[in-house]
Every structure is written in structure tokens, then in C-alpha cells.
């Protein structure tokens, strides 16, 4: 018997309140009635949230396997820095051009099945990659296209994932979900490096690419256990429904604003991350390949870890507007700290405290555009987060690293902290009403 859409709708309704009443259960059981609306305790409790929180954390292990092998197979078999560019660029261009399609179809079509169906193609391109890598020396051309197709599954996959994350929690818990998402996107940075590099030196990179395409395998199983709500109904249609998310950044102060903070910072301040491995080089003296330079990159990423922590602990019922703009000063003081070292050393604990305020901005920031949403522009809107922050990471770099090569390293740093205080000043993040 075929059921009206009326009648599934229904369904829908039925399913999304038998999860919320799990989530209700569990808050019971576990004694969590007590939790502080907007921690990432309490976020954590929701069970349809926690399910699917795991699953995507243990497939981002994987992505950071391949990312991080990817680089250092570009390079060994090129010894070209242009080649090891060219690769970063197929890896996150996508993002710049098909973000906005993926938040046009976050918010008109049904996001499980889209993430799956996502999730599935970056895994059998992974799957293709591993295939390609297999011979001493694989052809270029191919690594670099297939390495773009999985990009693009990225750049659709990443703002859709980016709207289901808030709403699988009460909106008073949107701050303590976005915290823990952002730790695990650090935490995975952190560990996939680690056991991706093992595999590389013990097995080869082919390997890397398969286990990562199986780690997909724990998105798709977590997915399959949970109800997602669907997209609120919007009335725009055509070219109009594509644009919506730019229409709204336009009429909407605090997206607006949101918005170009995280392209500015991302493009102008964000250089030293790409071009860690010249920092390291130049200023530290510690060479790339060697584990002192693995520990400065984990550094990095504890301290991003930590600065996500915060905001979903003990910055939890703290203003995001005013964290956002007392971060910003803290990453410029140490942005230039850090840029002023000439030892390795200090440089760890210096790395570790910019990556801690880094992602204490980073995850401010997000938590203010979120809050500020409306469910029904979500994805669209996100898109062009995705954009700002990841989009425009591999072009700042390009032009960081060009005008490293003339004007010298201290000078682009000192720049990208001047900016980061420029933004400090311009980001009036508070609503309105509470100006």
C-alpha cells in the first residue's frame, strides 16, 4: 500500500520524537537533567547527536590519514614543491566552487541519504586512488584527477554535515555540539597523522588509501542507526534557492559579518599553517621530515583540541561575540610570538597556545553564525562557510608562500596578525538588541 506524503511526514514525526524521547531516557538514566544548557556534556547526552558525532570522528581518522600521506607522497615522488601545491589545490578548490551546490541540496533534500550516498563516492575514489598509487610511479595526472573527484564529494558532503550537526541537539545546545564537533575535526588531525605515516613507512601508501576508505564504513553504519528531521520547506526555487544563502549573509547583519571574518582570517592569517614545513625549516631549524617537526604539528593540534574544549566548558555560558574578538587579539599577540622565534624549543609550547586560540576563534565564530540561523537557510548558508574557511585556505597560501620567497617570512606573519586585529576591531558580532 502506498502511503500518501502526508502519512510519511507523519512517519518522519513519529520517528524524530521516538529518538528524542531516547535522548530524554538516557538524560534520565544518566542523572543528566542537571547538565548546563550549552556544554558539550550536555550536548554529548543527546544519543542521536553522540551516535552520529563517533561515526563521523572515526572516518575523519582516516581523511587525515590519506591528507597527510598525500603530501608527503607528492613530494617524494616529485621533489617538487609546485606538484606537492598542485595536489593541496585539487584537494581543497572543491570547496571554493561546489560548497554552494552542497547547501542548496542540504536544505532541499533528504541529508542521510545524501551523506551516505556522499560517503560511499569519496570512499570508492579512495578506493580508485589506492589503485593508482599502486605502481613505483603511478601516473600524475590520474592521482591529481582522482584526487579532485574526492574533493568535490568533500565540498558537497562538508556543509551538509555542517547543517545536521546543530540540529541534532536542542537549540540551547548548539554551542556545546559545534564545540565537540570541532574538537574532533582536531583530534582526528592530531591521530590520523600519526597512524597514517605508520602505514606509509611500513606498507606503503596504497594501504593508507584503503583503510581510509573503509574508515567511511563508521559514518554510513551511524547514519543508518538515527532519524534525521528534514530541511524546513523553503519557497524559493531555481538560481534564487542557489543564491538564498547570499541573500541572507546581505540582509542579515551578524551572518554577514560572520562571514567575512572567516574568509579574511582564513586567506590573510591563516598562511603560517600551509607553510609550517618553511617556518620549521627557516626559523627553527627543524627539518620536515624529521619527528621533531611531526611534534610540532601535533602540538598544533592539541592546542587546537584544547581551544574548542574551552568553548564548550569553560567558556560555555561565556558571550561568543566577545570570545570571538578577545581571540583574535590573542592569535595576533601570538601569531607574532611565535614568528619571532628562532629556536625549537619554545616554539612547541608557542605553537601549541596559537593553535588553542586559533580554534577558541574558530569555534566562537561558528557557534555565533549558528545560533543566528534559521533551520530552513542552514545549509546554504553554511556553504559559504565551508567556503570562507576551507575554500580560501590553499589560495592565501599560494600568495603567502609567493610573498615569503621576496619580502621574507616575518613580515607575512606580522601581516596576517595585523589583519587578525583589524578584524578584532571590525567583528560588532552581538545582535541588535544586545549592542
Known amino acids: 500500500m502506498t502511503k500518501t506524503p502526508e502519512a510519511s511526514s507523519q512517519d518522519d514525526d513519529l520517528a524524530i520524537q521516538d529518538s528524542l524521547a531516547d535522548d530524554a531516557t538516557d538524560a534520565f538514566i544518566d542523572g543528566d537533567r542537571t ?32 591528507n597527510v600521506v598525500l603530501g608527503a607522497l607528492a613530494y617524494s615522488l616529485t621533489k617538487s614543491a609546485l606538484f606537492v601545491g598542485i595536489m593541496g589545490f585539487a584537494q581543497l578548490a572543491p570547496l ?34 589506492a589503485v593508482v598509487t599502486m605502481p613505483a610511479s603511478p601516473n600524475k595526472v590520474f592521482m591529481v584527477a582522482t584526487v579532485f573527484c574526492i574533493g568535490v564529494g568533500n565540498a558537497l558532503y562538508a556543509p551538509i554535515f555542517s547543517a545536521v550537526v546543530p540540529v541534532l541537539v536542542p537549540r540551547r545546545d548548539i554551542a556545546g555540539a559545534i564545540s565537540l564537533n570541532s574538537i574532533q575535526m582536531n583530534a582526528s588531525r592530531v591521530i590520523g597523522p600519526v597512524i597514517g605515516t605508520t602505514i606509509y613507512a611500513n606498507f606503503g601508501p596504497s594501504w593508507v588509501f584503503v583503510v ?52 579574511l582570517f582564513s586567506f590573510f592569517s591563516l ?29 598544533f593540534g592539541i592546542g587546537a583540541v584544547i581551544g574548542a574544549l574551552s568553548i564548550g566548558t569553560v567558556f560555555a ?18 601569531l607574532v610570538i611565535f614568528g619571532s622565534l628562532r629556536s625549537a ?41 565551508i567556503m570562507g574557511f576551507g575554500g580560501t585556505v590553499p589560495f592565501g597560501g ?18 596576517g596578525a595585523i589583519v587578525a586585529l583589524l578584524l578584532a576591531w571590525y567583528a560588532d558580532l552581538l545582535p541588535a538588541t544586545s549592542a
Not at 277 to 297: D, M, R, V
Request: aromatic share 10%; net charge positive; with cysteine.
Open 212 to 263: 581510509n576508505a573503509f574508515s567511511f564504513g563508521f559514518v554510513i553504519l551511524s547514519l543508518t542507526r538515527v532519524m534525521l528531521p528534514a530541511p524546513p520547506a523553503s519557497g524559493s526555487r531555481g538560481l534564487h534557492r542557489l543564491l538564498e544563502g547570499f541573500q541572507v549573509a546581505r540582509s542579515d547583519r551578524v551572518v554577514g559579518q560572520s562571514l567575512k571574518v572567516i574568509a
Open 271 to 299: 598562511v603560517f599553517i600551509s607553510q609550517l614545513s618553511k617556518i620549521a625549516a627557516n626559523h627553527l631549524g627543524i627539518i620536515p621530515k624529521s619527528s621533531g617537526f611531526g611534534l610540532l604539528y601535533a602540538c
Open 398 to 415: 599560494l600568495a603567502g608562500g609567493w610573498a615569503m620567497e621576496r619580502v621574507g617570512i616575518m613580515p607575512v606573519l606580522a601581516a
Open 317 to 334: 555560558q561565556a558571550s561568543k561575540p566577545r570570545l570571538t574578538r578577545i581571540g583574535l587579539v590573542a592569535f595576533a599577540v601570538m
Open 96 to 129: 571554493l566552487l561546489f560548497s554552494v551546490v552542497g547547501g542548496m541540496l542540504a536544505d532541499q533534500f533528504d541529508r542521510k541519504k545524501l551523506l551516505v550516498m556522499l560517503s560511499m563516492q569519496q570512499a570508492a575514489f579512495s578506493i580508485v586512488l
Open 345 to 385: 624549543a619554545p616554539a612547541y609550547l608557542a605553537i601549541l597556545l596559537l593553535g588553542c586560540v586559533y580554534f577558541a576563534v574558530i569555534t566562537s565564530l561558528s557557534t555565533v553564525l549558528q545560533e543566528d540561523l534559521d533551520d530552513a537557510v542552514r545549509g546554504k548558508v553554511m556553504a559559504l562557510w
Open 35 to 66: 547538565l548546563t544548557p550549552g556544554t558539550a556534556r550536555s550536548a554529548f547526552s543527546h544519543k542521536t547527536f553522540r551516535t552520529v558525532y563517533l561515526g563521523a570522528f572515526a572516518s575523519n581518522i582516516g581523511t587525515w590519514m590519506q
